[in-house]
């Protein structure tokens, strides 16, 4: 028993590293600067200007198209980073809970 119940709590020390990322990120899309050069500035009207751009008669070589191809596809990256940042953060939530439980069932108090 004592095996199972070291397991659950390095469960929940590690799912306690996941929801203090979720956290972290939360703190920044909460921060006006963040918001205005991240979230406005590189997601949106950066991602905008490239796409003009991709359409401009004078970025139609392959090299240029490429190079504006990678830069949406950083973009689109980062937003994904971020995504799963916050779904490990929100399952982690869910974990912690849920190894809590299973701790207080284990010892028959409150954890």
Known sequence: M??????????????EEYAAQGKA????????????????????EH???LIELKA?????SADSQADIIKSIDSIGNLQ?????????GLHAEMAISA?????DEMSGSPH
């Open 80 to 88: 994904q980073f971020f995504n799963a940042i916050d779904q490990r």
């Open 2 to 15: 004592l095996n199972e119940v070291e397991e659950i709590e390095l469960d929940i020390t590690e799912a």
């Open 99 to 103: 190894g809590n439980e299973a701790l």
């Open 47 to 49: 991602a905008c200007h």
């Open 25 to 44: 990120l939360l703190r920044l899309y909460e921060n006006k600067d963040f918001k205005a050069l991240i979230v406005e500035g590189y997601f949106k």
């Open 56 to 60: 401009s008669p004078a970025m139609r």
